[in-house]
């Protein structure tokens, strides 16, 4: 419970909101300039943005913007 309320008082959604949909990323150096801009970890920033579903970890592990797409369906663009 302590690191729910800390990621979130760190990272509060409204403020992410801001980070995060400002463009299309893929990769680590991108979330450890937006992790840095609230002072945490990557790890910690990962762990939030999943929980919001704003990202997710691609085959290799890779952070990528968006949710991941379900087993046998494309994406539509």
């Known amino acids: 419970?302590?690191?729910?309320?800390?990621?979130?008082?760190?990272?509060?959604?409204?403020?992410?909101k801001v980070q995060?949909?400002?463009g299309v990323w893929?990769?680590?150096?991108?979330l450890y300039e937006i992790a840095a801009t609230f002072a945490v970890s990557?790890?910690?920033m990962l762990v939030r943005l999943e929980e919001l579903g704003w990202a997710h970890r691609d085959e290799s592990g890779s952070p990528?913007?968006?949710r991941p797409v379900?087993?046998?369906?494309?994406?539509?663009?």
């Open 20 to 22: 995060i949909h400002a």
């Open 70 to 77: 379900a087993p046998g369906q494309g994406a539509l663009f």
């Open 26 to 30: 893929r990769g680590w150096p991108t």
């Open 42 to 44: 990557a790890t910690a």
């Open 64 to 66: 990528v913007l968006g």
């Open 1 to 16: 419970q302590a690191d729910m309320f800390a990621g979130r008082f760190l990272m509060p959604r409204d403020q992410l």
